[in-house]
């Protein structure tokens, strides 16, 4: 008879300290866009790092987290299938891995474009809730980077919109890293433009995914409701990705 699985870790230690810190630094930064800390939602972005540091946040109450890449993220959706997770993913989509992403993630922030969307909407199997999906927006213009280009965005959302298995809840942005507070905001302030030129064309949308470690509090200002933060949470990442 196999073993009783052992009982998680309780919350605690650097795991807990940095979770702390970062709900600190979205709370400070709603105070001060005047919004209510209730309405960014925390994305712990978990790439690269084991089961068992998803665990140590999971005891904390942190329970959403992001993954990049396929098969690492499924490695780990096994060893914490005892876990209420809700898994995002995040990361570029071929289109011949869209049939895993589609039965075993709650959202997809880095939809760009419609075949990706028409996979993903009739594969998604049909005892789940739609699938809940975000359309990344490339506002840098950076060739090299995933997105939309924003003048393609209406386009593309009028038809993501139509699709039964999705359900678009808003933008995705990653824009060109800068330490420069300013510029941040310009390019989060420019995501945060053409969601409510969606909103004004009639599409319901509730999301803004923008904001990573170095720069959520911009992203807050401007308006991002979910925050996608993996090295302020997990620390430094040894493999590049
Ligand atoms: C890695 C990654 C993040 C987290 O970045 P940090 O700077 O470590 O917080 C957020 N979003 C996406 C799409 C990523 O790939």
């Not at 209730?38 to 089961?51: D, I, N, Q």
């Not at 690492?72 to 299938?81: I, V």
């Amino acid at each position: 008879m196999p073993e009783l699985e052992p009982r998680g870790p309780a919350c605690g230690g650097a795991a807990a300290g940095r979770l702390q810190a970062v709900r600190a630094r979205i709370a400070a930064a709603a105070a001060a866009a005047m919004r209510d800390p209730a309405g960014v939602t925390l994305l712990a972005v978990s790439k690269t790092f084991g089961a068992a540091a998803v665990r140590e946040l999971a005891a904390c109450g942190q329970l959403a987290f992001g993954e990049n890449y396929l098969q690492e993220a499924q490695a780990k959706q096994a060893a914490l299938a005892d876990l209420p997770l809700a898994w995002h993913f995040i990361g570029p989509i071929q289109s011949n891995k869209t049939r895993p992403i589609a039965e075993n993630f709650a959202w997809v922030h880095s939809v760009d474009r419609l075949k990706i969307a028409e996979r993903l909407s009739a594969q998604r199997p049909p005892g789940l809730p739609p699938l809940q999906v975000c359309i990344e927006v490339n506002v840098s213009g950076e060739a090299s980077k995933g997105g939309v280009a924003p003048a393609a965005l209406p386009a593309l959302a009028g038809a993501v919109a139509k699709l039964p298995g999705l359900h678009l809840r808003g933008l995705m942005a990653i824009p060109a890293p800068t330490a420069d507070a300013a510029a941040q905001r310009e390019a989060f302030r420019q995501v945060r433009e053409l969601f409510d030129d969606l909103r004004a064309r009639g599409h319901g949308l509730d999301t803004l995914s923008m904001g990573m470690s170095a720069d959520l509090e911009a992203a807050i200002q401007e308006g991002a409701t979910i925050v996608r933060i993996g090295t302020a949470l997990f620390g430094k990442r040894i493999r590049n990705a």
